[in-house]
């Protein structure tokens, strides 16, 4: 059972370029979510999901786009990489009313 | 106000010391109540449940006050390996979709 997987570990982007952070979980939880993690702060939530083909804003949405197309799956795409986006993003699931599992985050760099 | 709110810290502790860090909440439906734990650049780990009637977990207590909106963490016996970053979470009921977690507090034992 391999819980929350994400993909890649480290990423350093050049500003302007694109990449997907992949977040696949087989517990068959409903909840997903992307959270960003700036050096020294709480996390701040991005964007969520409660089930395939449902998608919702966050706090932080502004310069990322999800998709949910498959229970498993809920990848986090940048289109055009800033270096305010340098951060570690985690990627979590749940179901209704248990606690949240993470993956082990990605850590991007924008230079 | 925050839906949750953590005292930041640091708590500077020595081994052995018992040390409590509460955290408030401001949505009066919220169902569910977890304390996790944050090392160093890791993904967060459920520590443990917050139940109605309090619960306990070797040297961690924590409990919830309904009536004045808030949980607390007890450690007792401080361990070195215990320095962490501990976050307070929410699960509301209402358009419950959202994880609300607190930013965390800081705690550091030391020798």
């Keep these: 059972n391999a819980g929350v997987t994400q993909t890649p570990k480290f990423r350093i ?8 952070l992949q977040c696949t979980q087989d517990m068959n939880h409903n909840y997903m979510y992307w959270y960003r993690q700036d050096p020294g702060m709480g996390l701040k939530l991005i ?4 089930g395939a083909g449902i998608t919702d804003k966050g706090e932080v949405p502004n310069g990322y786009n999800v998709s949910r197309s498959t229970t498993e799956d809920f990848p986090l795409r940048l289109e055009l ?3 305010s986006q340098t ?20 850590r991007l760099t924008v230079v | 106000r ?15 010391a018992t040390v409590a860090f509460n955290c408030t909440y401001s949505n009066s439906a919220s169902q569910s109540f977890f304390w996790y734990r944050q090392d160093c650049r890791k993904e967060p780990k459920l520590l443990m449940s917050v139940y109605s009637s309090g619960n306990e977990d ?7 006050n309904r ?3 808030y ?12 320095s962490a970053t501990y976050l307070c979470v929410v699960n509301p009921n209402t358009g419950g979709f959202k994880t609300i977690f607190g930013a965390g507090t800081r705690l550091f034992v030391k020798a």
Aim: aromatic share 12%.
């Design chain 1, 81 to 83: 990489a800033a270096p």
């Design chain 1, 13 to 20: 982007l050049k500003i302007g370029q694109s990449m997907t």
């Design chain 2, 2 to 16: 925050k839906e949750v709110e953590q005292d930041p810290g640091p708590f500077n502790v020595p081994e052995g």
């Design chain 1, 47 to 50: 964007y969520y999901s409660v």
């Design chain 2, 71 to 82: 949980i607390s963490l007890l450690i007792r016996d401080s361990k070195l390996s215990d």
């Design chain 2, 58 to 64: 070797g040297r961690f207590t924590a409990q919830l």
């Design chain 1, 87 to 106: 951060s570690v993003y985690f990627c979590a699931s749940r179901l209704q009313s248990t606690e949240a599992f993470f993956g082990q985050g990605t």
């Design chain 2, 67 to 69: 009536a004045s909106q």
